[in-house]
């Protein structure tokens, strides 16, 4: 039986992940921090099966242990500070756990491979951030980066030790270099999630208006549960490599907010809508667009749910949660 340890296990990727991965008959184990983890109840109850182990990635020992323990085939480096605006505000502890953390989990995984480089397959979740002040349009694997936020920095640290650690050791380490991906398990201070939520209980007077910020920025969205799949088949490859992974298609804020509020039947969405300058980055990354063409024509990944789709999938069940009264 494969067994596969995942980084980020609380996070919205982590839990697609583990459940495409226990459908596909692995034995799936999760790393996950502190002495009390307020998302372990949500892990247990989503992924039962799943077998949690305790550890930081900034925590080298805790990370070997871990490995010895589970003596994994495959593994998924998802964990991170992952919100870009949070990391100008921590941006010692972004890079202590964005990047150094991929050094820790590689280190620790080369050591358990012992003599055998390749004993162990990983994945490094790298992103889209990374190009910042893009260079080229779209961006593809070759792009050169150029990062705009601590986060992205830090996350451009971890591609290159990804690169480096296959290039020096010979280890099986691919670099999925991400465009956003969102779902209803998005983190409710990402943009999309922000406002699925915020329109659902806009829709039944809950709520007056949202708070936003750079209504001009444009992202390349897809579903969450698409891109789980490619981590997986990047992996499955005989020999390891790095590859983007994105719909090409790219949608401004503006246009999420008309996509959303839409859904509920709110064409004049500007009344509910207040531009709050806290929501303003330092700097910001004005437009991504990803060319996939590499994965598609490799892995043969292609994205199944368009933008419409996923904006009416989070409000759908940002209804259904908010009429629960039991948000996710
Ligand atoms: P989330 O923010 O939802 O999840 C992040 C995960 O990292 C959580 O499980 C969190 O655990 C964990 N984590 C944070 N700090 C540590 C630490 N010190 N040690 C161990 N684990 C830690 O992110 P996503 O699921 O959206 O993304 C997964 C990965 O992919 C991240 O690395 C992200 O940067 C990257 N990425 C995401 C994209 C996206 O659009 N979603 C696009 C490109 C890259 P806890 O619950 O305990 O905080
Ligand atoms: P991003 O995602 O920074 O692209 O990083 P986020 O959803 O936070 O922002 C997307 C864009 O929307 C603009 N924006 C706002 N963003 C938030 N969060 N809140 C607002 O009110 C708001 N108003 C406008 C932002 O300025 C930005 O331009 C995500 C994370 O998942 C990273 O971990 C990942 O690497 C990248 O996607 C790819």
Redesign the pocket.
């Known amino acids: 039986m494969q067994r596969a340890l995942i980084t980020g296990i609380t996070g919205q990727d982590g839990l697609y992940l583990a459940e495409s991965l226990l459908a596909k008959g692995y034995e799936v184990h999760g790393l996950i921090r502190g002495q009390s983890n307020p998302k372990r109840p949500l892990v247990e109850r989503l992924v039962p099966e799943v077998h949690l182990h305790a550890g930081d990635l900034t925590d080298q020992s805790s990370l070997m242990r871990v490995m010895a323990a589970v003596d994994p085939h495959e593994v998924y480096n998802l964990g991170a500070v ?4 949070f990391s100008w505000e921590n941006a010692r502890v972004t890079s202590d756990v964005t990047g150094l953390g991929v050094l820790n989990m590689l280190e620790a995984v080369r050591l358990h491979c012992g003599d055998d480089p390749r004993r162990v397959r990983f994945y490094q979740a790298s ?3 990374m190009f910042g002040n893009v260079y080229e349009v779209p961006q593809r694997e070759t792009t050169l980066l150029r990062p705009r936020s601590p ?1 992205a920095v830090s ?1 451009a640290y971890g591609h290159h030790m990804t690169i480096n650690y296959r290039e020096s050791y010979g280890m099986h380490a691919s670099s999925g270099v ?3 991906h969102e779902s209803p398990r998005r983190g409710i ?4 999630r ?1 406002v699925s939520r915020a329109v659902a209980r806009i829709s039944m007077g809950r709520q007056q208006t949202i708070a ?4 001009d ?1 444009q ?1 390349d969205w897809g579903f969450a549960g698409d891109y789980v799949e490619a981590m997986w088949l990047m992996l499955q490859q005989p020999e390891p490599d790095d590859y983007v992974v994105a719909t090409g298609e790219t949608h401004s ?1 503006r246009e999420l907010l008309d996509a959303a509020f839409g859904h509920v039947g709110i064409t004049d969405w500007q009344p509910h809508v207040v531009l709050d300058p806290a ?1 303003l ?1 330092p700097a ?2 004005d437009v991504l667009t990803g060319d996939a063409s590499k994965a598609r024509a490799v892995l043969d990944w292609k994205p199944k749910v368009a933008f419409g789709e996923l904006v009416a999938m989070m409000v759908e069940a940002d209804l259904v949660a908010e009429k629960a009264d039991s948000p996710y």
Do not use: D, Q
């Open positions: 992952s919100f870009v605006a992103s889209s951030e986060y996350k991400l465009f956003n201070e990402f943009v999309t922000k936003m910020g750079n209504l920025a992202r804020v929501f980055r910001e990354v």
